[in-house]
């Protein structure tokens, strides 16, 4: 597979909860090497949208693919094998917090892989220096700041050296200038390891600064109402997807 080619399609994907629908009709792909971005108001479904194409909840009606493979309606062993390219960070590190940060990140690799334990030591120092915790191996999780319990937790997403990373709120309750770090730490870890990433969020600066493109999902109208380079969608979007720019910018 080559840069730009799709990922991820997902195509007529309506989600829900029972009989509520959340958004329909959803049309769009993942290109490899990209940082695509799904944006929105808080409620409007990105979370949900995630859980999609993680196959933890089921659409009501449409189908998610990855790369040739259709993914909705796969069996449990084919949704293991496709997502085993994959890694996770879920809004909120969860790390395990008896652990310390090198067993939190071994944990993929002791579950996954049959790599003896002196490798196993030697990818989790690697993967905690990508994210400029070198030398916290054996710290635990409450004994680090908000920002490096993020990075610890991209540094477990990343222990299996995914193809694609999903991110939920990289930003969220973090200090701007923290935040602005983990923004920088998503694409230089896009860029070392060639990863596609998925970033779910609200936070415009995050948008502006990584996004490739973005999708905006409307809680109002239940749709995808735009699609695009986050620069062109906050000068040119829809009138409503202008608003979620500037009302989201930080006032003075
Ligand atoms: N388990 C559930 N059962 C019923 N409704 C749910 C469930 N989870 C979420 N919802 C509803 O689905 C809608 C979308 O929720 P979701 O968590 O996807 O939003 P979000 O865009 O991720 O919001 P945030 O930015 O606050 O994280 C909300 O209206 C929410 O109330
Ligand atoms: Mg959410």
């Known amino acids: 597979m080559n840069v730009g080619d799709d990922v991820i399609s997902v195509r007529g994907l309506t989600m829900g909860f029972g009989d ?5 009709d959803l049309d769009f792909a993942v290109r490899r090497g990209e940082v695509f971005v799904v944006m929105g108001p808080s409620g409007c479904g990105k979370t949900t949208l995630l859980r999609h194409l993680l196959g933890l909840q089921e ?4 189908e998610v693919r990855y790369g040739d493979e ?8 084919e949704r293991e094998r496709i997502l085993r390219r994959v890694g996770v960070l879920f809004q909120g590190s969860a790390l395990w917090t008896s652990m310390t ?55 477990r997403a990343i222990s299996l050296d995914p193809e694609l990373l999903f991110i939920d709120e990289p930003s969220a309750s973090l200090d701007p200038p923290t935040a602005r770090r983990l923004d920088a ?4 870890l896009r860029d070392a390891l060639g990863t596609t990433a998925v970033v779910v969020t609200h936070d415009v600066a ?20 735009a699609e695009g380079a986050p620069s062109e969608l906050r000068a040119r979007g829809p009138a409503q997807v202008r608003a979620f720019f500037e009302g989201s910018v930080p006032g003075p």
């Not at 259709?70 to 062993?77: E, K, L, M, N, V």
């Not at 995050?206 to 109402?225: K, M, W, Y």
Request: proline share 6%; aromatic share 8%; net charge positive.
């Open 20 to 24: 509520r629908v959340i958004i329909r």
């Open 59 to 62: 659409p009501i009606s449409g």
């Open 70 to 77: 259709r993914f909705t309606g796969a069996s449990p062993q």
């Open 101 to 155: 940060l090198a067993e939190n990140v071994a944990l993929p690799l002791e579950q996954f892989t049959p790599l003896p334990a002196s490798s196993v030591r030697a990818v989790v120092r690697l993967k905690l220096s990508l994210v400029g915790l070198g030398g916290f191996e054996d710290y635990f999780p409450w004994e680090l700041s908000g920002g490096m319990q993020k990075r610890a937790g991209l540094a």
């Open 185 to 188: 730490l998503i694409l230089q």
């Open 206 to 225: 995050t948008i502006v600064g990584i996004g490739t493109r973005a999708l905006f999902l409307d809680a109002e109208s239940q749709r995808a109402t």
